[in-house]
């Protein structure tokens, strides 16, 4: 028993020395410089700028995100069939990508020269290195965790719900509308905004495959890096903004979590 006595406060030192180490610098981001700096180096043009694109392009992609990714997530959950696993863990290959990759990986797919890249050219669509590549690189990086979210919230619905409503004479697509789509509702909301905080948070690929350039491309992310070497307090203010959207997106998605997981059990 004595042997044992060391094992609770290790793990109490253990939590301790993680905590420190990762909200040290998250902490040091506000107090690096003053409230006053922060806030004057948010109205710097090309900041707002940044913000403002990072927020149009991240709605767009969450938009197409939900578009595709809903009825997606919903037949993977509901119907198994041969390379089942194969396809969900291609769907889910984005979320352990190197940004590089994925960056180089979209330039070789639909940028200039790509697979299919020519026939998007000769569609007058232009990707690489504008507003629309920046919407494409998010789309990529982010749909895996919503579909994944999506894809465990249907799992989760009763069968019997949708059993029901087809017995009742309601057809797939209402059935899917008025029941399972309710019904997963929280786990899909959680997923959508975990997939948000990623998009906010993209670097890599975007930089590789749109660009940075100020106003058309460069979202806050880039936006940062830019200024990291030439003005210090513009890159700590959007570095403050991001710290708040990401930890509200998180805080939403484990409420909205802990609610379907209530729900389920009910």
Not at 175 to 184: C, D, S
Not at 189 to 209: H, K, P, Y
């Amino acid at each position: 028993m004595t042997r044992g006595r060391w094992f609770a406060p290790a793990l109490v030192v253990a939590l301790a020395v993680a905590l420190t180490f990762l909200t040290l610098p998250v902490v040091a981001i506000f107090v690096r410089t003053s409230p006053g700096n922060l806030v004057a180096a948010l109205d710097d043009p090309g900041v707002l700028d940044a913000l403002w694109l990072s927020l149009r392009t991240t709605l767009t992609a969450l938009a197409i995100i939900v578009v595709v990714g809903t009825p997606a997530a919903y037949l993977l959950a509901t119907r198994m069939f041969r390379g089942h696993a194969l396809v969900v863990t291609l769907v889910e290959l984005p979320l352990v990508l190197p940004p590089a990759v994925a960056g180089v990986g979209l330039l070789v797919a639909v940028g200039p020269g790509g697979i299919i890249g020519a026939k998007i050219a000769d569609a007058g669509v232009r990707l690489a290195l504008e507003t629309a590549g920046v919407v494409v690189a998010l789309t990529f990086v982010a749909a895996p965790f919503f579909i994944r979210g999506a894809q465990a919230a249907f799992a989760a619905v009763e069968r019997s719900w949708l059993e029901a409503s087809r017995t009742l004479g309601a057809s797939e697509v209402r059935t899917f509308l008025r029941v399972a789509v309710p019904a997963a509702a929280p786990g899909m909301l959680a997923g959508l905004a975990l997939a948000w905080g990623r998009a906010v948070g993209e670097f890599g690929a975007t930089l590789i495959f749109a660009g940075s350039f100020r106003g058309r491309t460069q979202t806050a992310p880039l936006a940062i890096y830019e200024r990291l070497g030439t003005d210090l307090d513009a890159a700590l203010a959007l570095s403050a903004v991001l710290v708040a959207v990401s930890g509200a997106l998180l805080l939403t998605a484990k409420l909205l979590g802990a609610r379907g997981v209530v729900r389920a059990a009910r």
